[in-house]
């Protein structure tokens, strides 16, 4: 075994070398810990990923980023990991332009210019369009508890974040209540109803769906240089720096437990590593059934599992093109553009419109006078479950792969003629990919999607019968992503410090800075 080094220190082992595991690390180092993490790929970065393909980097995760405002509280925790500094950040003009029914409709992140357009189109709507555009200005304005995890905090700072939380309460539990579809029935406009359907992929509602606007619209929801691989390189650069140590290409088997409480990892070597406390930074399901061998259950979890057409989990195919730059540039649209296209099957779902992503706005994603063109299919469990089954035979999952990024292919150049002859196909995703390269739950690159019909989702961390086990990551906040993979690994060391007796040290007093 290998016996901690220093023993007046506590040593934590994490389990996932991705936002949520460098976070934890970071923040554990920095707080008198000896860190390991332990990551299965050669790399970091779980599903904040990207990867090289003829020459060209394919950012598989990020569109905008929360946290990119100065003056927020997750911008001040992007910044105190190292992830960027604010001159790293791209702010765009706009959230896309969706082509709908025929009507071609920019979600201008100026509100006025995106109210003058929307009552433009249809002026017997102008109540409602002003209505949702008061509502996305109170999601602004929304600052939700992130410096320390609910579970910890004393009684007079829960009654004090919950004063703060009073004035939002009616709103949020409006639209969290109300999916886009039912909302968007109210207006007499087919445009406006098709676009309050399409804002956000999936089956999020109407809360989600406007909470995600107003953080871009705020210029909260920017894009750092580079994407993806400048996040990631600039945590793992910063974790070295504080002291900790990352084992790439490094699997690990199990939690060892023994008499209720985590005593280290075993290795898929079988090498046994010991530690005070193992952080589970990886993906929640694979915690459940592979770390701890379905022998805990985190009831929260199983619930949602169980019901998946209230809870249903969020993937997606990425086809990938190159594409000329300059002949893109001439098109004159916005970088993410949606249009209605000849349907066709991807999985089990019937595609009939393609969201594409140009990614000629950063140099960095610009070769030899070509860009990247992304084209972002949502798909559903089904889907992965399709997948998966193909997977089980290559040549016939590959066929397929290449059938469907044909297919996209073909509808883009359909949409736009003159990209004819530089559109070259150079990588398909599945969701089985995103759960082969990070043991994803049905290739989730989101967890389960806040619908209408379900409720918010808070997960503390712990696993009852195990002491000394933390669960970090998307999953134990809805609805997910980058942000809670950050905050939940932050977490993961305050509540250890917690167990501890010891205090968490905030460096910097959080100042807000928005403005209507």
Known sequence: MKKVKNDS???????????????????????????EIYEK?????????????????????IHWLTGTREGTEINYMWKDVGAFTQEDIIEPDNFGTIICEGTPITLWCDLNKLEQELIEISPEDKRLIKKTIKLILAFQNLHLPIDIPLSEMSLWKLMKVGLSLLPYLNVYFYASKKSNYKYSLKFKSPAIRYL?????????????????????????GGVPKGGSKTIINNMVREYEHVGGKIHYAKEVEEI???????KGVKLKDGTIVEADYVIAACDSFETI????????????FEKRRRLQKIYPTQSCALVTFSVDEKKYRELGITSTYEFPVEPFEAGTSFV???????????????VDGKTILNTLIFQSDKDYEYWDELNKTKPVYNYEKEKLALEVQKRIIEKFPSLKDSLEIIDIVTPKTF???????????????????????YYDGKIKGVKNVVVSGQWALMPGGLPIALMTGKWAIQRILSKEHKWFAFTKPIKYNYTK
């Open 41 to 61: 790929n050669p790399v970091a970065g779980g599903l904040c990923t990207s990867w090289t393909r003829k020459g060209f980097t394919v950012d598989g995760c």
């Open 256 to 262: 060892v437990i023994k008499d209720g409480v985590a």
């Open 435 to 457: 759960n082969r390269y990070t043991n994803a739950y049905h290739g989730a690159y989101m967890p389960f999607a806040f619908t209408s019909t379900g409720s918010m989702f």
């Open 289 to 300: 059934s592979h770390l701890l061998k379905d022998k805990y259950v985190i009831k929260g």
């Open 196 to 220: 309050l359907n399409h804002i956000v992929p999936g089956d999020g509602n109407l809360y989600t769906t406007l909470y995600a606007f107003g953080t871009v619209s705020v210029g909260n």
């Open 352 to 366: 009939q419109s393609l969201r594409t992503r140009a990614y000629n706005y950063d140099p960095y994603f610009i």
């Open 9 to 35: 220190l506590k040593k934590i082992i994490i389990v996932g070398g991705g936002i949520s595991g460098l976070s934890s690390g970071i923040y554990g180092q920095k707080h008198g810990f000896i860190t």
